[in-house]
């Protein structure tokens, strides 16, 4: 049973930090490219950072570059989202994903408001 498990979010003041967690199993984790996306309500899921298999190569969206950092534990079978200066634009459900060319895996996200 493939199990994405999202941990750490919760409510943090502009300018402050998060560290997002995400728990994989039931699949082979060290294959797979893994993801962080965000979404708020009424607005479409975004792609917030993206590590390879490896862990070798790391891509960011514009709007987070500098600020946050994905990294992966392949041993753990764990993909963490380091996220600092937290804006409230930030403000939205994290969600884990994993992918392997058309196989896709979502957990069930964890709620992080950035808010004064």
């Known amino acids: 049973q493939v199990r994405l498990v999202e941990s750490g979010g919760g409510l943090v003041q502009p300018g402050g930090f998060l560290r997002l967690s995400c728990a994989a199993s039931?699949?082979?984790?060290?294959?797979?490219?893994m993801s962080w996306y965000r979404q708020v309500p009424g607005k479409e899921r975004e792609l917030v950072a993206m590590?390879?298999?490896?862990?070798?190569?790391?891509n960011y969206a514009g709007f987070v570059k500098g600020r946050f950092t994905i990294s992966r534990d392949n041993a753990k079978n764990t993909v963490s989202l380091q996220m600092n200066s937290l804006k409230v634009e930030d403000t939205a459900v994290y969600y884990c994903?994993?992918?392997?060319?058309?196989?896709?895996?979502w957990g069930q996200g964890t709620e992080v408001t950035v808010s004064s």
């Open positions: 994903n994993a992918q392997l060319t058309v196989l896709q895996y």
């Open positions: 039931g699949f082979i984790f060290n294959i797979y490219d």
């Open positions: 590590i390879s298999s490896t862990g070798g190569i790391t």
